[in-house]
């Protein structure tokens, strides 16, 4: 079974990693290098569908297109997940189950990390996406979550 982009909702937002059939500019083959990239159902074995997210909503911050892009290889956020639901996020996993995450990560720098990420439409951070650390948990928890070396 071949998945198919889709665009719900307000915020709601694919994982820019599943699918052959994807809004204007999410093809993610070169976006992440030396990551898998899942066409088909069957190619969800690392992680598991249990473990991959399909669909999560995306902060106001970077609301721009159909997907939620993640960076793999460099702690950071070019597209920022929501902290709308108390301070995190409602993912929906490959498998069909939702699940609750709380961001955990706690920080002095206002630049860095999904706990300081702004809530309004629009505000710049001099042209650069959200900051990140390879201390911060919630990057980690994504990336995992996302895809995995070949």
Do not use: I
């Given at each position: 079974?071949?998945?198919t982009w889709l665009?719900?909702?307000r915020s709601s937002r694919t994982s820019a990693r599943v699918g052959s059939v994807a809004p204007?500019?999410?093809?993610?083959?070169s976006y992440n290098p030396g990551w898998r990239i899942y066409r088909k159902m069957s190619d969800l074995t690392q992680p598991t569908p249990a473990n991959a997210w399909i669909f999560a909503d995306e902060t106001m911050y970077t609301l721009n297109d159909g997907?939620?892009?993640c960076?793999?290889?460099t702690p950071g956020y070019p597209d920022v997940p929501a902290k709308y639901h108390s301070?995190?996020?409602?993912?929906?996993f490959a498998d069909g189950h939702t699940e609750y995450r709380k961001w955990k990560y706690v920080t002095s720098d206002p630049t860095v990390g999904l706990l300081n990420?702004?809530?309004a439409k629009n505000v710049v951070n001099g042209g650069t996406r959200w900051g990140s650390s390879g201390l911060d948990v919630?990057?980690?928890?994504?990336?995992?979550?996302?895809s995995c070396p070949p």
């Open positions: 079974m071949v998945q665009r719900v909702g204007a500019g999410a093809n993610q083959d997907y939620l892009q960076d793999l290889a301070g995190g996020n409602c993912f929906s990420a702004p809530y919630d990057w980690k928890w994504l990336r995992e979550h996302t």
